[in-house]
């Protein structure tokens, strides 16, 4: 499958992310993958090894005569996220990424594509397959599941890394360099609750939030987009005064993703059926009022549903209260980066399912006390509400350095090459850089990266031609750093 992959260029790195699409990855389950690139090492006689978590490093040595250079880390992550559009029918632990062009952009079919951040691990092969480049040491670091809150990265083995100058190769805009990111944490409770059967007298709806078109739950969050997760809480929130009883609730599949779609089949009063489908489509109409111009296919629909058994009325006020009065979206706005968010708060994944509920948070800050302070306050609303909160230990930031000597010689290499200087940025996403700064902090780090448009959203595309000149700033700074 992908067959047209190899007739692009730079064939050397489309080749290797065809097998990126070609071999189901998503977090958790990249060992199929792992495996494949090792064998492809094995053919070219390079080093590869493997840490406790998974983590995979492949080594090459210098060209002859530029073994004293500077070592060169080129880093991403093997995992990519799994969302599917509505009607699709796509196991992601077993079908193969279907891809297609049109217009210039690669896109994958219905699905997620997987060039975040299957593309900068692509080049990274591509780097260590290019007998024509000359180059000091290079090792290629491919983390696993970056996408499940960089456990990859959280867990790398401790001074692995031999080179001094990290290229993370994780970021979806052409022209840009990024020298900061935030770091993050996740917060999450989850109680059972009693189930009972429904009484007489009480009619089921099946009601659902849908065509959004979600998103990067960090470089989206300020868009304004609508998170069916928010938006079919606030909905039962209003109606848990006409008796409402939850029998299911399913929204969202991961933390880092703004929800697109969310499902509740629910129990009311059948003597307040049509009011409370007369409520459904009211705020169906106020929801596209308010989204319009920024996520106009928002649809809230019901249709008859037939449920046996519901949490009780109180617990499900109990359950649509708090979804609705945590927190959502930005928080606040960086000062030392203007333009950029400096923390938020993402409702990634809400389910009840006999009884359990279980509610995921994920809270991302450029300033590691802010993002502190933002799970404390959720901590604090969860425990005042009854419900017992949970947290992560939390990943560090990536603090930006301006003066680094790798991000001038960037500089001076991407002008020369494309003929432009590039944005130096600093981006509210989770880049793996300030955990392995944390474990290696005498290293430099930058990141750059093709135009990626859609991440972790069934519309999710790559520019094909920013990929091609990614590639000849990536190849040129190969070079440049082998210069002494």
């Given at each position: 499958?992908?067959?047209?992959?190899?007739?692009?260029?730079?064939?050397?790195?489309?080749?290797?992310?065809?097998?990126?699409?070609?071999?189901?990855?998503?977090?958790?389950?990249?060992?199929?993958?792992?495996?494949?690139?090792?064998?492809?090492?094995?053919?070219?006689?390079?080093?590869?090894?493997?840490?406790?978590?998974?983590?995979?490093?492949?080594?090459?040595?210098?060209?002859?005569?530029?073994?004293?250079?500077?070592?060169?880390?080129?880093?991403?992550?093997?995992?990519?996220?799994?969302?599917?559009?509505?009607?699709?029918?796509?196991?992601?632990?077993?079908?193969?990424?279907?891809?297609?062009?049109?217009?210039?952009?690669?896109?994958?079919?219905?699905?997620?594509?997987?060039?975040?951040?299957?593309?900068?691990?692509?080049?990274?092969?591509?780097?260590?397959?290019?007998?024509?480049?000359t180059h000091g040491p290079l090792e290629v670091?491919?983390?696993?599941?970056e996408e499940a809150s960089l456990v990859g990265?959280?867990?790398?083995?401790?001074?692995?890394?031999?080179?001094?100058?990290?290229?993370?190769?994780?970021?979806?805009?052409?022209?840009?360099?990024?020298?900061?990111?935030?770091?993050?944490?996740?917060?999450?409770?989850?109680?059972?609750?009693?189930?009972?059967?429904?009484?007489?007298?009480?009619?089921?709806?099946?009601?659902?939030?849908?065509?959004?078109?979600?998103?990067?739950?960090?470089?989206?969050?300020?868009?304004?987009?609508?998170?069916?997760?928010?938006?079919?809480?606030?909905?039962?929130?209003?109606?848990?005064?006409?008796?409402?009883?939850?029998?299911?609730?399913d929204g969202g599949t991961m933390g880092n993703?703004?929800?697109?779609?969310?499902?509740?089949?629910?129990?009311?009063?059948?003597?307040?059926?049509?009011?409370?489908?007369?409520?459904?489509?009211?705020?169906?109409?106020?929801?596209?009022?308010?989204?319009?111009?920024?996520?106009?296919?928002?649809?809230?629909?019901?249709?008859?549903?037939?449920?046996?058994?519901?949490?009780?009325?109180?617990?499900?006020?109990?359950?649509?209260?708090?979804?609705?009065?945590?927190?959502?979206?930005?928080?606040?706005?960086?000062?030392?980066?203007?333009?950029?968010?400096?923390?938020?708060?993402?409702?990634?994944?809400?389910?009840?399912?006999?009884?359990?509920?279980?509610?995921?948070?994920?809270?991302?800050?450029?300033?590691?006390?802010?993002?502190?302070?933002?799970?404390?306050?959720?901590?604090?609303?969860?425990?005042?509400?009854?419900?017992?909160?949970?947290?992560?230990?939390?990943?560090?930031?990536?603090?930006?350095?301006?003066?680094?000597?790798?991000?001038?010689?960037?500089?001076?290499?991407?002008?020369?090459?494309?003929?432009?200087?590039?944005?130096?940025?600093?981006?509210?996403?989770?880049?793996?850089?300030?955990?392995?700064?944390?474990?290696?902090?005498?290293?430099?780090?930058?990141?750059?990266?093709?135009?990626?448009?859609?991440?972790?959203?069934?519309?999710?595309?790559?520019?094909?031609?920013?990929?091609?000149?990614?590639?000849?700033?990536?190849?040129?700074?190969?070079?440049?750093?082998?210069?002494?």
């Open positions: 499958m992908n067959e047209h992959l190899e007739t692009m260029e730079p064939t050397l790195l489309w080749r290797p992310f065809r097998t990126f699409c070609n071999t189901p990855r998503p977090s958790g389950k990249e060992e199929a993958l792992a495996r494949k690139i090792e064998a492809w090492a094995d053919e070219r006689g390079l080093h590869h090894e493997r840490d406790e978590a998974g983590n995979l490093l492949l080594r090459k040595p210098a060209s002859p005569g530029y073994e004293q250079a500077s070592g060169v880390v080129l880093q991403g992550h093997l995992d990519m996220v799994s969302q599917a559009a509505p009607g699709v029918e796509h196991d992601f632990e077993r079908d193969p990424i279907e891809t297609h062009e049109e217009g210039g952009w690669l896109h994958a079919r219905g699905t997620t594509l997987g060039a975040d951040n299957g593309i900068g691990a692509a080049a990274g092969l591509a780097i260590l397959d290019d007998e024509q480049l670091l491919l983390t696993v599941e990265a959280i867990k790398l083995r401790e001074q692995w890394l031999q080179g001094r100058l990290l290229l993370n190769l994780d970021s979806e805009d052409e022209g840009q360099v990024y020298i900061g990111c935030a770091g993050g944490a996740s917060v999450s409770t989850e109680v059972t609750f009693d189930e009972a059967p429904l009484g007489e007298g009480m009619a089921g709806l099946k009601i659902g939030v849908h065509g959004l078109q979600g998103g990067h739950s960090g470089l989206d969050i300020h868009k304004g987009l609508g998170n069916a997760n928010r938006l079919l809480a606030r909905l039962l929130n209003h109606l848990a005064v006409e008796g409402l009883q939850l029998a299911d609730y993703a703004i929800t697109r779609e969310a499902w509740a089949t629910v129990a009311f009063p059948r003597d307040r059926l049509d009011y409370v489908t007369d409520e459904i489509e009211r705020f169906g109409r106020l929801y596209r009022e308010e989204l319009e111009g920024v996520d106009e296919g928002v649809t809230v629909s019901h249709e008859p549903a037939a449920p046996d058994r519901a949490v009780a009325a109180d617990d499900s006020r109990r359950i649509v209260g708090v979804m609705h009065a945590l927190p959502y979206g930005v928080a606040g706005m960086s000062r030392s980066a203007p333009g950029v968010v400096e923390t938020s708060n993402n409702m990634g994944i809400v389910r009840l399912a006999q009884g359990k509920f279980r509610l995921q948070l994920m809270v991302r800050s450029l300033r590691d006390s802010a993002r502190d302070e933002l799970v404390a306050r959720l901590c604090t609303l969860l425990t005042l509400t009854g419900f017992e909160p949970h947290t992560n230990q939390g990943y560090p930031g990536w603090t930006p350095d301006p003066q680094a000597p790798l991000l001038a010689r960037f500089e001076r290499v991407h002008e020369a090459t494309t003929g432009e200087a590039p944005e130096v940025k600093v981006v509210h996403a989770g880049l793996e850089c300030g955990l392995i700064g944390a474990k290696h902090p005498e290293m430099q780090m930058i990141s750059f990266g093709p135009t990626i448009r859609g991440a972790h959203s069934p519309d999710e595309r790559v520019d094909i031609g920013a990929v091609q000149n990614f590639y000849a700033v990536l190849r040129a700074m190969i070079e440049d750093l082998a210069q002494q």
